[in-house]
């Protein structure tokens, strides 16, 4: 055991670094992934369609309104294509739409978007996409079609959400297009909300394939510290002890149920973060293109960490 934990030790540190741990990319443009890719990325951990639909300039439910859905669908199609080429066979999990109302307000066709006292706190994520099935429907249709070109590697991951009932219902209407969750393609959803965290089993008992810690906005809710209100902006930690905890049972819960379970928040590049994300046994990080190296040395470096103190407990 001793010459096997040596032996560790010399290849981390003279090898190019490989985790178990995988460590992916988020990305919010279909441009930026093949600069993901290149980095050896695992595969993508968050693939945020909001930018997509922002650029497009079109709110999506003026495509629906104007009787342009298959325009929709080809957009986001054409889109994620680009995404799930780059990094075919290795997995890309498709974030459904999740913008608040003040960013959709901007785009034409999106003078009917109510003004909210607060955006964060209100019509965004899976439950806005519940009230608006149509456009949930045609991102749907858009991963089915990929899914008969080919892109297997495609998983589909639900934003936002509060109540297993929504993930339920996610699925129902994904199934109803004719794309069977878990069957054809993963299905999971990001632990956001303190609920969601609060009751994972819940959800696990549902059916999920994956789960990813979304804490941006973990931190804002679990704080009450509106991540755009620069007033409060010093109260916002991720390491605050209630987050903490929310995201250690969360992984834990997992673990148990052997439901993957990443992360894609900022809190994934964070070092200290990431050490103990590893300790809980988390399945994979993702972060942004420019710190994954970094994040895949912090993750080795935690793995390491682990094998040797196993390694150096038998010894005694
Ligand atoms: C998060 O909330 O941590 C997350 C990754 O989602 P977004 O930042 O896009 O809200
Ligand atoms: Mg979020």
């Keep these: 055991i001793k010459e096997e934990a040596v032996q560790v030790k010399v290849s981390a540190e003279a090898a190019p670094v490989i985790t178990v741990t995988e460590v992916k990319a988020n990305v919010s443009m279909p441009e930026a992934a093949a600069k993901a890719a290149a980095t050896g990325a695992d595969g993508v951990g968050l693939l945020r369609t909001e930018h997509l639909m922002l650029t497009a300039g079109i709110h999506p439910g003026k495509f629906i309104a104007d009787g342009r859905e298959d325009e929709l669908i080809d957009t986001i199609a054409e889109n994620v294509m680009i995404v799930a080429d780059e990094f075919y066979p290795k997995p890309v999990w498709y974030r459904t739409l999740d913008a608040p109302t003040d960013e959709f307000i901007t785009l034409e066709g999106g003078e009917n978007e109510p003004e909210e006292h607060n955006p964060m706190l209100g019509w965004r994520g899976i439950r806005r996409e519940l009230d608006q099935p149509e456009i949930l429907k045609c991102e749907f249709k858009a991963i089915k079609k990929l899914h008969e070109k080919g ?40 632990v956001e909300i303190p609920a969601a965290a609060l009751t994972i089993e819940d959800y696990i008992d549902v059916g999920i394939d994956f789960v990813s810690l979304g804490t941006n906005d973990l931190t804002q809710y679990t704080l009450a510290v509106d991540r ?14 209630a987050v903490m905890k929310l995201i250690e049972m969360t992984i834990k819960k997992c673990v148990e149920a052997g439901v993957k379970c990443s992360i894609c928040g900022q809190a994934g590049s964070v070092p200290r973060i990431v050490e103990k994300l590893v300790e809980f046994g988390i399945t994979s990080v993702s972060s942004n293109t420019d710190a994954i190296a970094e994040v895949r040395k912090t993750v080795a470096r935690a793995e390491q960490k682990i094998i040797l103190d196993a390694a150096r407990k038998r010894l005694e």
């Design 151 to 190: 892109y297997t590697n495609i998983g589909i991951m639900i934003p936002l959400s509060q109540s297993p009932e929504e993930l339920k219902q996610a699925k129902s209407l994904c199934s109803e297009i004719g794309l069977e969750p878990h069957k054809d393609v993963d299905f999971g959803m990001m």
């Design 228 to 241: 755009n209100n620069e007033y409060v902006a010093k109260h916002y930690s991720e390491e605050h002890p």
